[in-house]
């Protein structure tokens, strides 16, 4: 087998997430789970049991909060920015019609991770708070714990707390309480 060529970062072109989409919509892709990560398509893996618990714990209690307030995306794309569409696990958006295009704001946004992955936690962590959404969850799986990054400020997050008891709030809809229990196997 032949090792790769060196290439050098400039020498790579990064996709936009127009040119992105409009591969998706001539049928490209169709049997991959991919996200445009910083201009980047990276495949997904798929879900674990532990991880499709969660997530399905996650959105029934979301669900059944949501009415009139927001609007719960699982696994769907998010217009982050012009060279990312990543899809997270879990995002509450606002409440209006995306038949046009992908929500590009969202109020919360939950990644459920295997195993320690710097994709979720520290690429996925950048591309949220850049796009300005306030409040990301990372639930792990593999420590059984929460982290809850908050406050974007230039491109980070200023606050991170990890939880691994009690239950956790939305900021923006404090009412609504997820036993941090029910997520983690």
Known sequence: ?????????????????????????KGFFEDEHLELLEGFLIKGAPASPAHAQAATELSKIFVLV?????????????????????????ALVPLVEYSRGHPSQAYLVVEIAEARRAKERDLK????????????????????????RSRPLAGEYSTLTT????ALSPAAFSDIHVPVASLLP
């Open 66 to 90: 949501s009415a009139d307030r927001f609007r719960v995306r699982v696994r769907l794309p998010l217009a982050a920015s012009e060279i990312s569409e990543p899809g997270p696990d879990l």
């Open 163 to 166: 939880h691994t008891s009690g």
């Open 125 to 148: 962590a950048r591309i949220y708070a850049a796009a300005g959404v306030p409040e990301y969850w990372l639930v792990e799986l593999e420590h059984r714990w929460i982290e809850v």
């Open 1 to 25: 087998m032949l090792a790769p060529p060196i290439i050098s970062l400039e020498e790579i072109r990064r996709i936009r997430r127009s040119e992105y989409e409009l591969l998706i919509a």
